[in-house]
């Protein structure tokens, strides 16, 4: 019989946390690789990375597959994919393509009881829904900064001081 997770010992709970941060960094890397997501070249030096603001990190390859890994080792990776399909919506060049888009967006991230809610206020949500029907680039533009402010100010300090930042700036060093 399967016994509940509340048995095992907290080490294999930790190792399984971290396993699946590591890989959830894995998929991401091919998800970028696909969207074309970054310009800015993979590998930077020590100096770079201990520099980066929020907007910086999110601009590199490296810096987003870290914060990502170390968002999914707090079970709230959502809020970046939510950022990143918002940055996929936006620079969607067929108009055609919008209206499925950012009703797909909406039905995973945003509504009520969505597989990857993210923490919107109620007043965002109904700005957001209201926006969807002329399904403009710019209808996502509220819902985007306001979880780009709460991972600004309350996931990044703490990405900072994670040993998945400490393991990233101190990454191809000597």
């Not at 067929?94 to 797909?104: I, M």
């Amino acid at each position: 019989m399967c016994r509940s997770l509340e048995h095992l010992p907290i080490s294999c709970l930790e190792r399984a946390k971290e396993l699946k941060a590591r890989f959830g960094s894995f998929l991401l890397k091919q998800e970028l690789n696909i969207m074309g997501h970054s310009q800015k070249p993979d590998k930077l030096t020590l100096d770079d990375r201990q520099k980066w603001s929020f907007h910086e990190l999110l601009a590199h390859k490296e810096g987003l597959c870290a914060f990502t890994t170390f968002l999914s080792s707090e079970y709230s990776e959502e809020n970046i994919a939510f950022y990143l399909a918002c940055e996929d919506y936006r620079n969607t060049k067929s108009s055609s393509k919008l209206c499925v888009k950012a009703r797909k967006i909406y039905e995973e991230f945003i509504c009520s009881d969505a597989p990857r809610e993210v923490n919107l206020d109620h007043e965002t949500r109904s700005i957001t829904l209201k926006n969807m029907e002329q399904s403009t680039l710019s209808c996502f533009n509220l819902a985007q900064s306001k979880i780009y402010t709460l991972m600004e100010k309350d996931c990044y300090p703490r990405f900072l001081k994670s040993a998945i930042y400490q393991e990233l700036i101190t990454q191809h060093v000597g």
